[in-house]
Nanobody, 119 residues
Framework: QVQLVESGGGLVQAGGSLRLSCAAS????????MGWYRQAPGKQRELVAT???????NYADSVKGRFTISRDNAKNTVYLQMNSLKPEDTAVYHC?????????????WGPGTQVTVAS
């Protein structure tokens, strides 16, 4: 059973930094990509950043130049370094994992970690 556990959220002042971590366990298949999505109150969940198994990254325009996603394949862990945080970055941040084994696709989500940016 795949489990994703996020950590590193919290309350920070605008302009500050936070580093999120997401550790995956129960992995018995090939991981294709890991990433971060966020959901603010009253809004739909949106992509923040993803990273493929070979390190290719993709960012939402709103976070380019401020956030950096990285990955430790040996530990099945993905990180999100968030700098120059803005109040509009306030949301619950969810880790996502996509993988596959013959005949089955995985699309797993973590419970989320709250990030609050005070103005």
């Amino acid at each position: 059973q795949v489990q994703l556990v996020e950590s590193g959220g919290g309350l920070v002042q605008a302009g500050g930094s936070l580093r999120l971590s997401c550790a995956a366990s129960g992995i018995t298949f090939s991981i294709n990509a890991m990433g971060w999505y966020r959901q603010a109150p009253g809004k739909q969940r949106e992509l923040v950043a993803t990273i493929s198994s070979d390190g290719e990254t993709n960012y939402a325009d709103s976070v380019k130049g401020r956030f950096t996603i990285s990955r430790d394949n040996a530990k099945n862990t993905v990180y999100l370094q968030m700098n120059s945080l803005k109040p509009e970055d306030t949301a619950v941040y969810h880790c996502n994992l996509k993988g596959a084994r013959p005949g089955f696709q995985y699309d797993s989500w973590g419970p989320g970690t709250q990030v609050t940016v005070a103005s």
